[in-house]
């Protein structure tokens, strides 16, 4: 069984940006009644974007 370690929160910076509304309302539908903050939907969704990415060139 694997030693449990305590989890390190990383460094964060905030950003200011802006959604369109029609967004917003689609990520709040999505999160709704989930244990998920629309910062971590966005993070998440921004860490796949960026993978896809990644890939994308890897194969090119």
């Given at each position: 069984?694997?030693?449990?370690?305590?989890?390190k929160?990383?460094?964060?910076?905030?950003?200011?940006?802006?959604?369109?509304?029609?967004?917003?309302?689609?990520?709040?539908?999505?999160?709704?009644?989930?244990?998920?903050?629309?910062?971590?939907?966005?993070?998440?969704?921004?860490?796949?974007?960026?993978?896809?990415?990644?890939?994308?060139?890897?194969?090119?």
């Amino acid at each position: 069984m694997a030693k449990f370690q305590i989890p390190k929160t990383p460094t964060t910076t905030n950003k200011t940006i802006r959604f369109p509304n029609e967004v917003i309302e689609e990520v709040e539908e999505a999160i709704r009644g989930k244990d998920c903050t629309f910062s971590a939907f966005v993070i998440a969704a921004v860490k796949n974007a960026l993978e896809d990415l990644k890939d994308e060139q890897e194969t090119k």
